[in-house]
């Protein structure tokens, strides 16, 4: 069972998993990114070379039909000569010029005052009508006689578009020849030919009416000024747009180009979805690469990961082998890389120890059989020498000392120094949170003016909380070059001399806990016996000759460690109980502190048995309403910032005010706020405090109004006061809970906080019965509150005749609680 639970660890979080994801990762993050770019790339290409080509389209068409409309007026000037100097003249080369000029409907003759003398058409004949039309829009008069040549604004007749172009005549005053157009020729230039298969094309005037269109586009006399891209066409101010929306409202592609002196436009347009299919055919391409890569980027992360699953699990096996004591245990592991050699290190260690245990077991028989002592003295022994043998890898005793203090003392650095009696200095022997292996000034120390030698020959803990005020000294300034402002040093010495320090670093400066110091020392005398024990095993190995002597050392050592063994047994068990009751303590304020202001919530944490004050019950309450006049449309006309700063500086005077008066404040919402009295603390006065706290509440906030005034906000301030019973409690969820009132006196006093005026603190008539000694009121019309079917009586506060100190006694509270 627990080999199943080590292998599926090892398949969820070890290094199987590492590298099955990290791979995965990596080839899928660089086919996405590759994707992601050839894609935009792609859409950026293609979308230009569609735009680009629409807009070839469209330049064409404007110079075909400008080409068409300069062809037409060259025809018509063509009849204005001066040898047409009679009406049969004039009237032949009319005939002539509709004979020849198909989309010329009608040509129209008009004298030098605009009145017409002559109209032809292919199917009727006017002479002498003398017609004034010197005023009609399609001629333009005056204009024509100007300017030699006039376009009129097109128009349309049956919802076909139609244009006049006037020609003045040769001469003085010699009248113009003016030719009605029908501009259905025009959508022989938007043919599916010429605009595309999938393409559209329409021409729309100046004012964005379509004047011709292709086979797939919109209707003729359609207006369409409103999409976004014909409106920037027909602007004279404003570059053609690349994309919009169609007349069904759907996203295209297009391209526009003006016709010169027409006013008018030419649009191409495509649909963005049908122009971007191969963008999201690509797409689907990068997908089936990403899951292919994904697929393989498994596979292969699985086959790496599974050739080292066997190596690995074959010397975590041996490791937990050799740690129960199987010293003939040998891990075979054949990968001819580091695993192999990590596993040929394994072995060696375990011939070494099986080679060290057996040499021992034999001198320690050796010593037995010359000692004339009794049955009960070599079992004592042999029980001190197992004691001895278990603890004198000081490699595997001091990182555990190391890592436990700095995990409960949460410092961020513990340091173990051997004290070298020969060369008089202190070794790092053993480090956590600092690189050991690495050269620098902390690892030998010599002995001298340090804190170590001090705390050595003082035999007491010495604490630094600010290093940056201490004296120089070796250890010191090695600790601020590396980042740390605070030191504890703990001396390891016995009755035998000096065996070396603890020392815990911290980078934040402040003082170390007494409680941390006795802790301290307790890890110190855990390291003290590892070190001496490790000793006395090197000086029993080298001194046989002296086996009695270290005999009766080693029982004084078994005895001193049972001895310390149970103090600290007996420490742990003390220190658990306190970290219970402070972690029991610590959670009832959090939990208060949701709701609750801080010295209340410490008030009811002060006192056991108290969350019953929690549940939920009924009392009877005074609840206070209040809210700001005017502050939605204030929030509508100004600035979020602006709204934020009124509503900090309305809150931090009501809180103040709230704090004051021990009222338990139950919500805020926006700039309406609520406050409960009698809950959870009970006050004989109550309703009291609450109109006092309502009267200053109006004072405090009339004040900011005038400031708010300065700066051009109109806000006012009402409050509404109610007394009655209430259900009181904790409601929400365990993430998060709130102390809250239910009841009729909550509505109550939220319809009262609507009913007052900017100025105002309207309290119900029952509260106004127990506050009426020391309040100006006067008295309401009856109030028909939304909720209630009776009229409400209520009076106004008008101002607070005593002055009441400061009611917040603490310990008047706690003999409340």
Same mark, same amino acid.
């Given at each position: ?35 992601? *770019? ?12 569609? /735009? ?31 040898? &047409? ?30 009145? !017409?003398? &002559? ?23 005056? =204009? ?13 007749? =049956?919802?076909?578009?139609? *244009? ?43 004012? +964005? ?39 069904? +409202? ?40 990403? +899951? ?94 197992? #004691? ?17 203090? &700095? ?5 961020? #650095? ?6 070298? $009696? ?8 053993? #480090? ?18 340090? &804190? ?93 000759? !002296? ?37 029991? !303590? ?36 005074? /609840? ?95 409050? +509404?006061? $109610? ?51 020391? /309040?100006?009121?006067?008295?309401? =019309? ?11 009586? $209520? ?6 005749? !005593? ?13 409340? *609680?």
């Amino acid at each position: 069972m627990a080999g199943a639970k080590d292998k599926t660890w090892f398949f969820r979080e070890g290094l199987f998993a590492k590298y099955v994801v990290s791979l995965v990762g990596l080839v899928v993050f660089v086919l996405a990114v590759n994707g992601a *770019m050839e894609t935009w790339i792609s859409y950026r290409a293609t979308r230009t070379t569609i /735009v680009d080509g629409m807009e070839e389209k469209a330049q064409a068409t404007a110079k075909r039909i400008e080409q068409s409309v300069f062809e037409l007026e060259r025809q018509i000037s063509s009849v204005t000569r001066a040898s &047409l100097d009679t009406i049969d003249k004039r009237r032949a080369g009319y005939a002539q010029l509709l004979n020849s000029a198909s989309a010329v409907t009608q040509l129209s003759q008009l004298n030098g005052n605009g009145r !017409e003398v &002559l109209r032809l058409s292919r199917v009727s004949v006017s002479v002498g009508s003398n017609a004034d039309l010197s005023r009609d829009m399609r001629f333009s008069f005056p =204009d024509t006689v100007a300017r030699g040549v006039n376009y009129a604004p097109p128009y349309f007749s =049956d919802d076909k578009p139609f *244009m006049s172009i006037a020609v003045a005549h040769s001469g003085f005053n010699a009248g113009v020849t003016v030719a009605d157009i029908d501009l259905g020729f025009l959508s022989d230039f938007l043919s599916d030919a010429q605009v595309g298969k999938v393409a559209l094309a329409y021409i729309v005037d100046s004012h +964005g009416k379509v004047l011709a269109t292709s086979s797939r586009g919109p209707e003729i006399a359609t207006d369409l000024a409103k999409l976004p891209q014909v409106a920037d066409a027909i602007a004279p101010d404003r570059e053609p747009a690349a994309s919009g929306t169609d007349f069904n +409202g759907h996203a295209v592609l297009t391209a526009a180009s003006e016709v010169p002196k027409l006013g008018w436009a030419v649009l191409v347009e495509q649909p963005t979805a049908h122009a971007l299919s191969p963008i999201r055919d690509q797409l689907v391409r990068v997908g089936l690469l990403i +899951g292919m890569g994904l697929l393989v980027a498994i596979l292969a992360g699985t086959l790496l990961a599974r050739r080292m699953l066997i190596p690995i699990t074959a010397l975590s096996a041996g490791a937990h082998r050799l740690g129960e004591g199987d010293f003939s245990h040998r891990i075979d592991v054949r990968t001819s890389d580091e695993l192999e050699g990590l596993a040929n290190q394994f072995n060696s260690m375990a011939n070494q120890i099986q080679e060290t245990y057996s040499s021992l077991e034999t001198k320690v028989e050796e010593r037995t059989r010359d000692l004339a002592q009794s049955i009960n003295e070599l079992k004592v022994l042999e029980e001190v020498g197992r #004691a001895v043998a278990s603890s004198l890898d000081l490699d595997a005793v001091l990182p555990t000392i190391a890592a436990r203090a &700095l995990e409960i003392t949460h410092a961020d #650095a513990v340091l173990i120094y051997g004290y070298d $009696a020969d060369k008089h200095r202190f070794n790092l022997v053993e #480090a956590s949170g600092i690189d050991k292996s690495a050269e620098g000034a902390h690892v030998t120390i010599d002995e001298g003016a340090s &804190l170590l030698s001090d705390a050595a020959r003082g035999g007491e803990p010495i604490a630094l909380p600010d290093l940056d005020e201490a004296a120089e000294q070796p250890l010191r300034d090695v600790a601020v070059n590396a980042g740390f402002h605070s030191v504890l040093v703990v001396p390891l010495v016995d009755q035998q001399g000096t065996l070396g320090s603890l020392v815990v670093l911290r980078r934040a400066a402040g003082e170390f806990a007494s409680g941390l110091t006795g802790l301290m020392r307790t890890f110190a005398h855990q390291a003290v016996l590892a070190m001496r024990n490790a000793r006395l095993f090197t000086e029993v190995d080298h001194k046989g000759r !002296e086996l009695a002597a270290a005999h009766e050392t080693v029982q004084q050592q078994a005895a001193k460690l049972q001895e310390q063994t149970e103090q600290l047994r007996n420490w742990n068990r003390s220190l658990e109980e306190r970290v219970e009751k402070q972690l029991g !303590e610590i959670g009832r304020i959090k939990r208060l502190e949701r709701f609750l202001a801080p010295q209340v919530a410490q008030l009811i944490a002060s006192s056991d048995g108290h969350d019953a004050l929690l549940d939920s019950h009924r009392r009877e309450v005074t /609840v206070v309403f209040c809210d700001l006049r005017g502050f939605t449309s204030f929030t509508e006309a100004t600035e979020p910032e602006e709204a934020m700063n009124v509503l900090r500086e309305y809150h931090a005077e009501l809180g103040e005010l709230i704090h004051r008066y021990e009222g338990t404040l139950d919500r805020f919402a926006g700039d309406g706020v609520m406050i409960l009295f009698n809950a959870p603390l009970q006050f004989a006065d109550h309703t009291k405090r609450a109109v006092k706290m309502a009267v200053e509440m109006r004072d405090a906030i009339g004040k900011l109004t005038e400031k708010w005034k300065n700066r051009g906000h109109s806000l006012g301030f009402g409050v +509404g006061v $109610a007394l009655g019973y209430a259900t009181l409690g904790q409601i929400g969820f365990e993430q998060r809970l709130e102390y809250a009132a239910i009841g009729s006196v909550t509505n109550l006093a939220s319809r009262l906080c609507d009913e007052a005026k900017a100025g105002q603190v309207v309290v119900a008539r029952r509260v106004f019965g127990i506050v009426e000694p020391w /309040v100006e009121a006067r008295p309401l =019309d009856d109030l028909q509150l939304k909720g209630f079917n009776h009229p409400v009586l $209520a009076m106004e506060i008008l101002s607070w005749r !005593e002055e009441v100190n400061n009611v917040v006694d603490a310990s008047a509270a706690r003999r409340r *609680m």
